[in-house]
C-alpha cells in the first residue's frame, strides 16, 4: 500500500555542479526537494520505488546499486541508487537525478528499486504500473520525477505555446492536493505537445495512490528557463 510519496523535478540542473553561476536560482527547489524526501523517510517505508521519464530505449526496471553519470553535462560526477552491486546499465538522467537527491538525504530508510517509464506510456498503463508497485509491500512509497511543460516562454526549450500555463496550472493543483482523478486526466497527447516529461510518471503515482487516502501539500512550483517544475509531498 502506498503511504508516502514525493513529487520533484527532474532536470540535472538541480545539481549545483551542473547549474554552476546559476546554482542559486534553483536553491528553493532543492530545498523543497530534501524536505519533500525528508518526509518520505518518516513515513517509515518497507520499499522505495523512484519513478521517473526514460529517454529512448531507457525504460524499464533498474535496481538497487545501478550507477548514473552526468560527464554528459560536463561534470566528472556518478551516482549510485541505493546500496547494491553495480550494473553496467547506466540510469537514466531522471533517475540519476533522484539518485543525487536520496544521497544527499543519507537515505537508509529502504531498499530501492528504480523504474524508468517511456514519456508515450499511456495513461491506463501508467495507472495499472502504480497499482502493481503500491501492492508489492505493506508500506510503500515513491520519489516520482518529472517535469512539466517546456513551452512557458520563448527561451522555453519547446518555445512559447499559450497552453502550456493552462497545463501546468492543472498539474500543479492536482499534485498539490493529491488529486488522482485529475492526475490520471491529464493529456497525453497535449503533454507530448508540451514536452511534458512528468505526464506518465504523475500517472503512474495516481494509479499507486488509488484507495490510499493520502493528503497532498505544493512545496515549490515555479517555470525557471520555461520549464514547470513542482515539488509537492503526499502523506
Do not use: N
Amino acid at each position: 500500500m502506498l503511504v508516502a510519496a514525493a513529487v520533484c523535478p527532474s532536470p540535472p540542473l538541480l545539481l549545483p555542479e551542473i547549474a554552476t553561476g546559476a546554482a542559486p536560482e534553483l536553491d528553493a527547489a532543492r530545498t523543497a526537494c530534501a524536505d519533500a524526501v525528508g518526509l518520505l523517510a518518516a513515513a517509515r517505508p518497507d520499499r522505495l520505488y523512484v519513478v521517473g521519464p526514460a529517454e529512448a530505449g531507457a525504460h524499464g526496471a533498474y535496481p538497487a546499486g545501478a550507477t548514473g553519470s552526468f560527464a554528459g553535462f560536463g561534470v566528472d560526477l556518478s551516482v549510485h541508487l541505493g546500496e547494491g552491486p553495480t550494473t553496467s546499465r547506466a540510469l537514466p538522467a531522471s533517475l540519476a537525478v533522484a539518485a543525487w537527491l536520496l544521497t544527499r538525504a543519507a537515505w537508509a530508510d529502504a531498499p530501492i528499486e528504480g523504474l524508468a517509464v517511456a514519456e508515450a506510456t499511456a495513461p491506463d498503463a501508467c495507472a495499472a504500473t502504480g497499482r502493481e508497485l503500491a501492492a508489492s509491500a505493506e508500506r510503500v512509497a515513491l520519489l516520482v520525477m518529472g517535469d512539466g511543460s517546456a513551452c512557458r516562454t520563448v527561451k522555453a526549450p519547446g518555445y512559447l505555446d499559450e497552453r502550456a500555463a493552462g497545463f501546468d496550472a492543472e498539474a500543479a493543483r492536482a499534485l498539490g492536493t493529491a488529486d488522482v482523478t485529475a492526475l490520471l486526466g491529464l493529456d497525453a497527447g497535449l503533454a507530448g505537445e508540451l514536452k511534458a516529461a512528468g505526464r506518465a510518471p504523475w500517472q503512474v503515482l495516481a494509479g499507486a495512490a488509488e484507495g490510499a487516502g493520502l493528503d497532498g501539500r505544493l512545496l515549490f512550483e515555479d517555470a525557471p528557463y520555461g520549464v514547470g517544475y513542482f515539488v509537492a509531498a503526499w502523506s
